[in-house]
Structures are given as C-alpha cells and as structure tokens.
C-alpha cells in the first residue's frame, strides 16, 4: 500500500528476440527519472522540451530518461541507418547527456521496430534490447511494454504472461511499468478499454506502483487511491486539448513539458514540469511513501 501526499503549485512466455533484461553492475540507493512521450517530431516543441529537461538535470540528481513512445513521427524508422534518428533524436537530445531507456509507440510501428532495436546496438544514449524489458535501477525495478500500433492501445497475451511473471518475482521497493498508451486518460483519446480490461489487471495483482505513459499529448496524474498510480506525460513536443479530468485525476494540463520521478527505499516524489512561451515551472508536485 502506498500513502499520497500532494502539494500542487498550479490550480510465458517470453521470446528471447523481444523480451531482455538490461543490467546494471551496482545499485544505488535512489534513482531520479525525467518522463518524456510523443517527442520524436524534430520541431521546435521538441527542442524547448529538450533545452528544459537539459537546465533541470543541470541542478538536480537525473540517472535516465523513460522515453515513452511515439519516438520517430510520423511513420517511424525503414532501417537503423535511416536519417531519421539523427533528425528527430541526436540532434534535439544532443545537450542531455543521459540513456534514454526507451518504450514504442503508434507510430514507431508505422515503420519497422526492429529498426530501433537495431539503432539501440550502436547508440551510446539509446536503450532498447527489445520490444519488451525489464531492468533495475536504485530500489526500483522498471518494466517496459510494447502497446502496440492501434490507436487504443493492446498487449498481447505472452507479453501480459512475462510481466505478470516479472512483477510476481520482483523484490524491489518499486515496481515501475511504462509503455505509450493510456490506461485511464482525461486527454483527447480518453481512457483505453482493452488497457483497462487487459493489462490493468495485471498491474494490480502484480502490485505494480507505477505505470508511466503517452500517446495524449498532455501531461496528467492519476491517482485514485489504489496501485497503480497512473502518470500520463505525452507533451514531448507538441500538445492537444483535453476533454477533462475523470475520476482519480489529480492533475491535468493541456501543455507540453514532461515528469520528474524520483524514488528512494521509502519515498516517491514527483513533479510535473511545463515547458511554455513563459518559461519552465513545476507546475504540480505530489509524494508517495511504502
């Protein structure tokens, strides 16, 4: 179970080809994450982003970026040499010197996903082993979903079979699952309904504390007082408006920026930062502890 306490500023089987653990050699006491979906346009929304996350980090403790889909519009990559990656990733993320562990979305699918697993084996900021992975961080072990190509959003059973296996299994203080779709969502798309009746229940009986998303173009915290709690950061780049909060939403804005997740043994805290003609502010805080 876990306690919230809000300040707001502003009112299987797995397949080896798709599922991987990324390792890392010491654990940490804490690990501080900057959320960030939908950013892979190569426009100017996508360099503010960029230039803001880049002045945070500067001044605050940042081990990664979870970079939650929709990474390569409109039609993602034709291959690992494609241009692209340079266009819409290198370039715009040249000054944030940070791995991106990274989750596909949509319109990743639109091209060949394997292109981007492909690119992740030469990148020294690109992290992806695979469709699907687990990896640890600090006290948190994080688990990232391949949603799929519909606009809805669909996990396929042996992927649902390997996360419920690697949540069941897992002893970390946190448990963390991100991929691009919505489960509960107050954005353009709304809620996803085979999210809700398929992946949502195992979220819940594997205790998951956490599930970071995209795919609305807006930033969002929901929180009805149960696991999981829900972080929807889908302002990478571009915004859209939003039809208006539902049941459980803490907070909601139509603004591009991106989530600030910081987790250490006992405490998770996070910001949601908005990025605008009028600067960069956190806009709502909130904190969890076990």
């Known amino acids: 179970m876990i306690v919230l306490f809000l300040a707001c500023v502003k ?49 605050r403790p940042c081990d990664f970026v979870a970079y939650l889909g929709d990474n390569l519009y409109p039609d993602g990559a034709k291959s690992a040499d494609d241009p692209i990656f340079v266009e819409k990733f290198e370039t715009p993320w040249a000054d944030v010197n940070l791995p991106f562990y990274v989750a596909l979305g949509n ?19 690109w992290i992806q082993p695979a469709r699907y992975y687990n990896f640890k961080k600090g006290p948190a072990e ?17 992927q649902r079979t390997w996360l419920a296996s690697g949540l069941g299994a897992s002893t970390a203080a946190w448990r ?8 509960h969502s107050g ?17 819940q009986a594997g205790k998951a504390d956490f599930y970071l998303c995209g795919h609305d173009h807006d930033l969002e915290l929901i929180d009805d007082g149960s696991a999981p709690v829900e972080i929807v950061s889908g302002g990478g780049a571009s915004l859209r408006e939003v ?48």
């Open 11 to 59: 009112p299987p089987e797995p397949v080896v080809a798709q599922a991987a653990v990324a390792t890392e050699a010491k654990v940490a006491a804490s690990v501080a994450v900057v959320l960030v979906g939908d950013a892979g346009k190569g426009n100017q929304g996508q360099r503010d982003v960029a230039v803001a996350v880049r002045d945070w980090c500067a001044s």
């Open 107 to 125: 319109h990743d699918h639109y091209g060949d996903p394997d292109a981007e697993l492909a690119y992740a084996k030469s990148s020294t900021k």
């Open 142 to 158: 994080f688990f990232v979903i391949d949603t799929g190509k519909g606009e809805d959003g669909e996990v396929p059973e042996p």
């Open 176 to 183: 963390v699952v991100y991929g691009h779709h919505p489960i």
């Open 187 to 203: 954005g353009l798309h709304g809620d996803g309904k085979v999210m809700i009746e398929t992946v949502e229940p195992v979220l």
């Open 243 to 290: 039809k208006g909060p539902g049941p459980g939403s803490r907070y909601l804005a139509s603004s591009m920026g991106f989530g600030y997740l910081t987790l250490d043994a006992q405490t998770a805290s996070l910001a949601m930062v908005e990025v605008s003609n009028a600067g960069v502010k956190a806009a709502y805080e909130a904190s969890w502890s076990k």
